[in-house]
């Protein structure tokens, strides 16, 4: 196993590797066998390198949220959270669950070259939601995700799969979820 997958790309290859840490991802689908799908995406999550164990919320459905908002239009989505203990790097980590969506039919291109509607519908998505406590904005990585303190799709399964969880720089996952559904937000 090459130790340059616990370093971030570009970073020092003669640093050691990081101790082990949990990342927070959340999943979601809304195309096709969404359960199978998830169920899938898990045990792809589970075989990366440098992963030593998972632990995954019981899937919850949720209405479809575009840029307009909430749209029960749209195909609802199945979603769900793992909390992956691993020593990849937060930049590694995020390169290979992107390889797990394009596997199971994520395309970030339309057809025509531009981009893929933002917040349309999935086969599979996968967001890097924290990393332990790690806070970073740079243009290939935001830690902790910029939204999820405002998506009780993202907040619920992660309180069920831990209940004190707490997303770094905003608070225990218990009172932004009660505040997301307080306030009647995504």
């Known amino acids: 196993m090459s130790r340059g997958l616990a370093q971030p790309i570009g970073g020092d290859p003669n640093r ?49 949220v575009t840029l307009e908002g909430p749209d029960a239009d749209a195909p609802p989505y199945l979603n769900a959270v793992a909390l992956v203990t691993t020593r990849l790097a937060p930049t590694v980590l995020l390169t290979l669950l992107h390889r797990i969506e394009a596997a199971h039919g994520r395309e ?24 332990g406590n790690v806070i970073v904005d740079t243009p290939a ?34 009172d932004l979820l009660a505040a997301v559904r307080e306030g009647g937000r995504e």
Do not use: C
């Open 108 to 131: 970030r291109r339309a057809p025509a070259g531009g981009q893929e509607p933002r917040w349309g519908d999935r086969t599979l998505d996968l967001d890097l939601i924290a990393y």
């Open 141 to 174: 990585l935001t830690l902790p995700h910029p939204r999820a303190a405002e998506r009780d799709f993202v907040l619920e399964p992660w309180l069920a799969v831990d209940p004190d969880a707490v997303l770094p720089g905003s608070g225990r996952v218990a």
């Open 16 to 64: 050691p590797p990081h101790a082990a840490s949990v990342a927070v991802v959340a999943l979601g689908s809304n195309l096709g066998d969404r359960a199978q799908t998830i169920d899938e995406a898990v045990r792809d999550i589970a075989r990366l390198p440098l992963v030593d164990a998972i632990s995954v919320s019981t899937p919850i459905e949720s209405v479809a």
